[in-house]
């Protein structure tokens, strides 16, 4: 799974059965390039997908108009990160005891999970206003 939260109470997210690698993050943001006209500011963790060759020859060759501003949060704070507030209402909230027999079947109680979330975009700007997170002040 991958996502991108705004402030604004928008979600973006995609999933996959196999790892992601760094072509297919640098594709993710295409597509969240393609959906707004917005400049992109991503806030990452240090995970190295995201350190990926394929991820910086993006940013070299792609981002010549300079529409995705990164921050990296310093190493192991991934409390500081809006987005690891959806995993957190996703695990310990929608997904909470769910035990599927299927990959299939996981995907689609991820995907009704998302579905329901994407509709509630109050939640989703809380996100970014947690004590941790403190990214925007109430």
């Known amino acids: 799974m991958i996502s991108a ?8 997210y995609q999933l996959q059965e196999s790892s992601y690698t760094g072509s297919a993050v640098t594709q993710f943001i295409r597509d969240l390039l393609g959906l707004t006209s917005h400049q992109l500011h991503i806030i990452w ?3 190295s997908i995201h350190r990926s060759q394929e991820v ?3 940013l070299r060759t792609e981002n010549q108009d300079s ?22 209402w996703l695990k310990g909230g929608e997904l909470k ?12 109680k991820v995907q009704q999970a998302f579905s329901k ?18 990214f925007i002040k109430n």
């Not at 529409?67 to 957190?88: D, F």
């Open 67 to 88: 529409r995705v501003q990164l921050t990296l949060l310093p190493p192991y704070s991934p409390q500081l990160n809006a987005a690891e507030q959806v995993w957190a």
């Open 56 to 58: 910086k020859d993006f």
């Open 45 to 47: 963790d240090g995970a």
């Open 97 to 108: 005891n769910v035990c599927c027999k299927t990959l299939e079947e996981l995907t689609q």
């Open 5 to 12: 939260i705004s402030p604004r109470g928008d979600i973006y």
């Open 117 to 134: 979330l994407t509709d509630q975009t109050e939640i989703i700007r809380n996100f970014f206003t947690h004590p941790e997170v403190a």
